[in-house]
């Protein structure tokens, strides 16, 4: 957690208002909650140091193993990418990578209010297109049906 706090300390609040670190923490709550791998989690409390943070590849691979940096990578978000090339780098990264997605995506979907009205709705679509794949690669894992009904309740919110 501290690798995490110090890489996102000059990293500008989310729309909510909290720190981006909250977030991070939150995404491995959401995973040890499913009772997922001390690998999963740490990749989830890290998926967005290298889009975000001031962590590098070579600083995750050395501080996490090969494991946590793999998933990490899975999840980054490169400029210029489309919502299909990351979900391909998601499906790539296989089914830990899904799964920190969902936990991901579940806690953005919980400050949709934040968003502005156009892209609430881009966002909810976006989310659509996490959940389909989710649903493809986990089918009956209990994240996917939680992450469907946050999708479910954000969609009443519009």
């Known amino acids: 957690m501290d690798f995490t706090a110090l890489h996102m300390k000059d990293c500008k609040p989310r729309l909510d208002g909290t720190p981006a670190v909250f977030h991070a923490f939150r995404v491995g709550i959401i995973l040890?909650?499913?009772?997922?791998?001390?690998?999963?989690?740490?990749?989830?409390?890290?998926?967005?140091?290298?889009?975000?943070?001031?962590?590098?590849?070579?600083?995750?691979?050395?501080?996490?193993?090969?494991?946590?940096?793999?998933?990490?990578?899975?999840?980054?978000?490169?400029?210029?990418?489309?919502?299909?090339?990351?979900l391909e780098r998601v499906k790539a990264g296989g089914i830990y990578a899904m799964a920190i997605k969902l936990a991901d995506n579940t806690d953005n979907i919980r400050t949709i209010e934040c968003f502005e009205l156009e892209k609430r709705k881009w966002y909810l679509e976006y989310a659509q297109k996490i959940q389909k794949q989710g649903r493809e690669m986990l089918n009956i894992h209990p994240i996917v049906d939680w992450h469907e009904q946050e999708l479910f309740r954000a969609s009443k919110k519009l």
């Not at 499913?34 to 691979?61: N, V, Y």
């Open 32 to 86: 040890a909650s499913f009772r997922f791998s001390p690998t999963t989690i740490a990749a989830g409390i890290l998926h967005d140091l290298l889009e975000d943070g001031t962590a590098t590849d070579d600083q995750l691979l050395h501080a996490f193993g090969p494991g946590v940096a793999t998933l990490v990578r899975a999840l980054t978000h490169d400029p210029g990418d489309s919502d299909e090339q990351i």
